[in-house]
Nanobody, 120 residues
Framework: QVQLVESGGGLVQPGGSLRLSCAAS????????MGWYRQAPGKQRDLVAI???????NYADSVKGRFTISRDNGKKMVYLQMNNLKPEDAAVYYC??????????????WGQGTQVTVSS
């Protein structure tokens, strides 16, 4: 059974930091492209950051220079370090695992999401 379990969300003031974690199980983690997506109320789910099986990364323009995605294949974990958070970063953040990483994925899994609230 595949599971992606996010943690680390919460309430933070503008300018603050959070580190999201995603624990994966039931997949051959190293071969999956891992990603973080977010969805604010009334909006579509958007890509935040991805990290490929060879640790290449890509970010949404809105988070470049503030967010960092990383992975630990031995622990089957993916992380999202979020710095200088802004109110517009508030959303439910979802972990995604996808294989293969290019084209239409044969396997595509989602976590349950973790809420990030940015407010003073």
């Amino acid at each position: 059974q595949v599971q992606l379990v996010e943690s680390g969300g919460g309430l933070v003031q503008p300018g603050g930091s959070l580190r999201l974690s995603c624990a994966a199980s039931g997949i051959i983690f190293p071969i999956y492209k891992m990603g973080w997506y977010r969805q604010a109320p009334g909006k579509q789910r958007d890509l935040v950051a991805i990290i490929t099986r060879d640790s290449s990364t890509n970010y949404a323009d809105s988070v470049k220079g503030r967010f960092t995605i990383s992975r630990d294949n031995g622990k089957k974990m993916v992380y999202l370090q979020m710095n200088n958070l802004k109110p517009e970063d508030a959303a439910v953040y979802y972990c995604n695992a996808r294989f293969p990483g290019d084209g239409v994925p044969t396997y595509d899994y989602w976590g349950q999401g973790t809420q990030v609230t940015v407010s003073s």
